[in-house]
């Protein structure tokens, strides 16, 4: 983009230079030419009316008296009906510049110099012209350059900010570029984002409401169908049986169903090497927390990879410093270590300030609920998107605020390099 908005720009100031500077070139060279011609009609002119006031009075044409006006390296030829032609000067070789004035007598002066000179001053204004095209030029490549660095960053960072919301990034940029149009576009992607995050939230509470529901409603079932099971009359023992093996396939799709969906939503899910992303998404904080007077530590075991959505990673564990940056106090520590169970990575994200009082903590991830004006949508949000990937979010300490994720380690077949042998089977 950035390319073709400076190639655009260049083109439309290479355009503007040749329409203007062609012109004005030849323009410059016609004006030179027609000064110098001037200079000398006006230096004949004034030699024949010199010439004329002493034919006028009877005086022989003397050329003494006109030898001032004579340009240097010119020739003054003086022609008159009964006389012999004067000349005064050197010769001004084939290439000259002549200009003729009548005098009595039927006669004329001609003034002649040389085109040398001319031609050089000719030459000199023409590439003063093109030298001027030139700048002209290179100060539109500098201001297209800048133009279009100025455009290309935004529309950048819009391109970014568009895939970061299909990677599950649904936080919103406050950041605003002073162009009306891409304004818009953020505030659009900004929208679209919290719609997003709306509907991840509401699909996982939708999915898991309809599992409990289900789940009890079978539960039920079976409990019924099972004294019916061990009925006198040998027909209610047979119908209560195909009945309860018709609830336990229920059971089983049902199960499949919920595997199935996770794994529609964690299909973006790959092994992450948390040492180099977390302090690439940390990096943003620790400024914003400098400029506060606090500071941003880190601390991840090496080699520790988790399973996780990137752009859903990135803005989960955003929340949580955006949370101890508004709400929290003193030093904040980003940790990722092995978890306690097998298969586990916790990160963990704290502050050294009062904490989570004990009324607000049982619903900290309610979606709407803030204790510090806030929106209430962040730490919601951030459960929902962590849940969706298969992990947990839990408030681990309320004084001092400990937040904690819980995820899980890749397995074998989240590396794609990796080709696992097929359990062989009887045939």
């Given at each position: 983009m950035r390319r073709r908005i400076l190639l655009a720009i260049l083109l439309a100031v290479a355009v503007t230079a040749a329409v203007l500077g062609i012109p004005l070139g030849i323009t410059a060279w016609q004006l030179v030419e027609n000064l110098n011609r001037e200079n000398l009609a006006s230096s004949a002119r004034g030699i024949a009316a010199t010439l004329d006031s002493?034919?006028?009075?009877?005086q022989p044409i003397n050329l003494d008296l006109v030898r001032v006006a004579v340009p240097q390296g010119g020739l003054?030829?003086?022609?008159?009906?009964?006389?012999?032609?004067?000349?005064?000067?050197?010769?001004?070789?084939?290439?000259?510049?002549?200009?003729?004035?009548?005098?009595?007598?039927?006669?004329?002066?001609?003034?002649?110099?040389?085109?040398?000179?001319?031609?050089?001053?000719?030459?000199?204004?023409?590439?003063?012209?093109?030298?001027?095209?030139?700048?002209?030029?290179?100060?539109?490549?500098?201001?297209a350059t800048v133009t279009a660095r100025r455009l290309a960053k935004p529309l950048r960072h819009v391109a970014d900010r568009a895939v970061k919301l299909g990677g599950g990034d649904f936080r919103p940029d406050p950041k605003r570029y002073g162009v009306g149009e891409l304004d818009m576009v953020a505030e659009a992607l900004d929208a679209s984002g919290s719609a997003l995050a709306q509907l991840v939230q509401r699909e996982?509470?939708?999915?898991?409401?309809?599992?409990?529901?289900?789940?009890?409603?079978?539960?039920?079932?079976?409990?019924?169908?099972?004294?019916?099971?061990?009925?006198?009359?040998?027909?209610?023992?047979?119908?209560?049986?195909?009945?309860?093996?018709?609830?336990?396939?229920?059971?089983?799709?049902?199960?499949?169903?919920?595997?199935?969906?996770?794994?529609?939503?964690?299909?973006?899910?790959?092994?992450?090497?948390?040492?180099?992303?977390?302090?690439?998404?940390?990096?943003?904080?620790?400024?914003?927390?400098?400029?506060?007077?606090?500071?941003?530590?880190?601390?991840?075991?090496?080699?520790?990879?988790?399973?996780?959505?990137?752009?859903?990673?990135?803005?989960?564990?955003?929340?949580?410093?955006?949370?101890?940056?508004?709400?929290?106090?003193g030093t904040v520590t980003l940790a990722a270590r092995r978890g306690d169970a097998d298969g586990t990575v916790v990160i963990e994200v704290a502050d050294t300030g009062s904490g989570v009082p004990d009324e607000l903590a049982p619903h900290i991830f309610e979606r709407g609920f803030s204790g510090g004006g806030s929106t209430g949508v962040g730490l919601a949000l951030a459960r929902a998107l962590i849940e969706a990937d298969g992990g947990r979010l839990e408030l681990s300490s309320k004084q001092p605020a400990v937040f904690s994720l819980f995820l899980k380690v890749p397995r074998p077949g989240d590396v794609a390099e990796v080709r696992w042998p097929a359990e062989r089977v009887p045939r």
């Open positions: 002493e034919i006028a009075v009877g003054l030829t003086v022609r008159a009906q009964g006389q012999i032609e004067k000349r005064y000067g050197s010769d001004p070789g084939s290439d000259v510049v002549s200009e003729r004035a009548p005098i009595a007598l039927h006669g004329e002066v001609e003034l002649s110099v040389p085109a040398g000179p001319m031609r050089t001053r000719q030459t000199q204004v023409t590439l003063l012209v093109l030298l001027l095209v030139v700048l002209s030029v290179g100060t539109g490549t500098v201001v996982r509470q939708l999915v898991g409401d309809v599992s409990h529901q289900l789940r009890s409603r079978l539960t039920a079932l079976q409990l019924r169908l099972e004294p019916l099971t061990v009925h006198s009359d040998q027909d209610v023992v047979d119908e209560a049986k195909a009945a309860q093996e018709q609830a336990d396939r229920l059971a089983e799709a049902l199960d499949e169903l919920l595997a199935a969906a996770r794994a529609a939503r964690e299909v973006g899910a790959e092994p992450v090497n948390l040492p180099e992303v977390l302090p690439e998404v940390s990096e943003e904080w620790r400024q914003l927390l400098r400029a506060e007077g606090r500071h941003l530590r880190i601390r991840v075991t090496d080699g520790l990879r988790a399973r996780a959505t990137p752009g859903r990673l990135r803005e989960v564990v955003g929340v949580l410093l955006d949370n101890a940056l508004r709400h929290g106090a």
